[in-house]
């Protein structure tokens, strides 16, 4: 793997910003819902005025939201969501690099991806490599690539790496260790899996650093959750409402939370890995 994520508007990398204006799209066209769905009563002492206002009103809504509709089409999750890459119908799929010599990622924007240079990434795999499958679009299929020094997500062409089967009715062994999401010296966040009868033991603590002395905060969960074939929900109450969803596939484990598993900012949603 070669490059880094490059940098767009306020610091943000790339796949960032594309979320931020993903949401920010999102609000924009459900404002517009609102107003169309919103009925306009005549004021009794205004008959003459109101019908035609109402009409008036009426018709400056169709045109805002005439105009809305190619915009809307092209509203779609962030790939770079990380563990929110896949839909909850398309799921986690686990897939091997077939592109040779190269496959180049596909940045994420309002053309992209496609084949162009603009939309091609430094980053790469090579055949071989194994990647984390979600959601499509059009040709083009998101994955994550995670190495032992780097992390990738992006766009690829679907006949660019051919599906694995993953095991949808695991041992509870192959859930055990500890896992690891992010790097650094400490490893980044960590949730641990141990076997205890019919269910899984987990313990796990995360953080979140706002860069400030003393501006860290922390999520620890405990408890145990009973896995339905490759997936497990845990809840702790003694966390406030914490939630989290987890999905084995193969030695990768895909967590992604409701955000009430701690501090502030804090979340266990990730992929992590075994060491």
């Given at each position: 793997?070669v490059?880094?994520?490059?940098?767009?508007?306020?610091?943000?990398?790339?796949?960032?910003?594309?979320?931020?204006?993903?949401?920010?799209?999102?609000?924009a066209h459900?404002?517009v819902?609102?107003?169309?769905?919103?009925?306009?009563?005549?004021?009794?002492?205004?008959?003459s005025?109101?019908?035609?206002?109402?009409?008036?009103?009426?018709?400056?809504?169709?045109?805002?939201?005439?105009?809305?509709?190619?915009?809307?089409?092209?509203?779609?999750?962030?790939?770079?969501?990380?563990?929110?890459?896949?839909?909850?119908?398309?799921?986690v799929?686990?897939?091997r690099?077939?592109?040779?010599?190269?496959?180049?990622?596909?940045?994420?924007?309002?053309?992209?991806?496609?084949?162009?240079?603009?939309c091609?990434?430094?980053?790469?795999?090579?055949?071989?490599?194994?990647?984390?499958?979600?959601?499509?679009?059009?040709?083009?299929?998101?994955?994550?690539?995670?190495?032992?020094?780097?992390?990738?997500?992006?766009?690829?062409?679907?006949?660019?790496?051919?599906?694995?089967?993953?095991?949808?009715?695991?041992?509870?062994?192959?859930?055990?260790?500890?896992?690891?999401?992010?790097?650094g010296?400490?490893?980044?966040?960590?949730?641990?899996?141990?076997?205890?009868?019919?269910a899984?033991?987990?313990?796990?603590?995360?953080?979140?650093?706002?860069?400030?002395?003393?501006?860290?905060?922390?999520?620890?969960?405990?408890?145990?959750?009973?896995?339905?074939?490759?997936a497990?929900?845990f809840?702790?109450?003694?966390?406030?409402?914490?939630?989290?969803?987890?999905?084995?596939?193969?030695?990768?484990?895909?967590?992604?939370?409701?955000?009430?598993?701690?501090?502030?900012?804090?979340t266990?949603?990730?992929?992590?890995?075994?060491?």
């Amino acid at each position: 793997m070669v490059g880094q994520a490059p940098i767009g508007p306020r610091g943000l990398t790339t796949l960032q910003w594309a979320d931020v204006k993903y949401r920010t799209q999102l609000r924009a066209h459900l404002e517009v819902y609102r107003f169309m769905n919103t009925r306009i009563e005549p004021d009794s002492e205004r008959k003459s005025t109101m019908p035609a206002l109402r009409h008036m009103a009426y018709a400056g809504a169709l045109a805002v939201w005439a105009l809305a509709q190619p915009a809307i089409a092209e509203v779609h999750p962030p790939c770079g969501n990380d563990s929110g890459f896949a839909l909850p119908e398309t799921g986690v799929g686990l897939a091997r690099v077939t592109g040779a010599p190269r496959t180049y990622f596909r940045n994420e924007s309002s053309s992209c991806p496609n084949d162009s240079d603009a939309c091609r990434s430094q980053a790469y795999v090579v055949p071989g490599d194994t990647v984390l499958t979600g959601m499509t679009r059009g040709e083009f299929v998101c994955v994550q690539y995670l190495g032992e020094r780097s992390h990738r997500i992006g766009y690829v062409r679907q006949n660019e790496i051919a599906p694995q089967q993953i095991d949808r009715s695991p041992p509870l062994s192959a859930w055990a260790g500890a896992w690891h999401s992010g790097g650094g010296a400490e490893g980044g966040d960590v949730i641990e899996l141990r076997p205890q009868g019919t269910a899984l033991a987990i313990s796990g603590n995360a953080t979140w650093d706002s860069g400030n002395p003393g501006g860290v905060n922390l999520g620890v969960v405990e408890g145990t959750v009973t896995p339905q074939g490759n997936a497990a929900t845990f809840t702790d109450p003694d966390v406030g409402d914490c939630r989290m969803e987890m999905t084995l596939a193969s030695s990768f484990l895909v967590v992604s939370d409701n955000g009430k598993c701690g501090g502030l900012n804090v979340t266990f949603s990730g992929i992590y890995r075994r060491r």
